[in-house]
């Protein structure tokens, strides 16, 4: 079984881009796969709702929704920034989903796959090497 872990931004896809990433990841991955969420990037959503605009409030309020929604598994950690967990944790069955094209290099360095938003209308898997 994969683990995709979905990182504080791509889990605001949603509202920011209208696109529904549990269908598409469901379409890219034809194996069994979890999802799961560091509870740093529940901690950062929260943060996002106290101190941003409210477009992006209203991406993190439903993205919170979607967490809870869709029984995504939280990890709990007493780091506070999500990306140093993610790649700190990274293995051969580990996936991650992210937004962040600093993250994605370097999980990308480190050999392991990542689901990014395409041209704003859909998911895509990608590896280095492939």
Request: glycine residues 0%; aromatic residues 10%; proline residues 2%.
């Amino acid at each position: 079984m994969k683990k995709i872990i979905l990182d504080t931004n791509f889990l605001m896809i949603p509202i920011q881009f209208r696109v529904d990433i549990f269908s598409e990841i469901s379409r890219i991955c034809d194996f069994n796969y979890k999802l799961y969420v560091y509870k740093s990037s529940v901690d950062e959503l929260n943060e996002i709702i106290k101190t941003q605009s409210q477009k992006h409030r209203k991406a993190a309020e439903f993205a919170l929704k979607l967490i809870k929604l869709k029984n995504i598994e939280m990890i709990d950690s007493d780091e506070k920034y999500a990306d140093s967990l993610i790649l700190e944790n990274l293995d051969k069955d580990t996936i991650v989903a992210t937004q962040d094209v600093k993250l994605k290099k370097e999980v990308l360095k480190k050999n392991a796959p990542v689901i990014f938003l395409r041209q704003k209308k859909y998911l895509e898997m990608f590896r280095k090497g492939l």
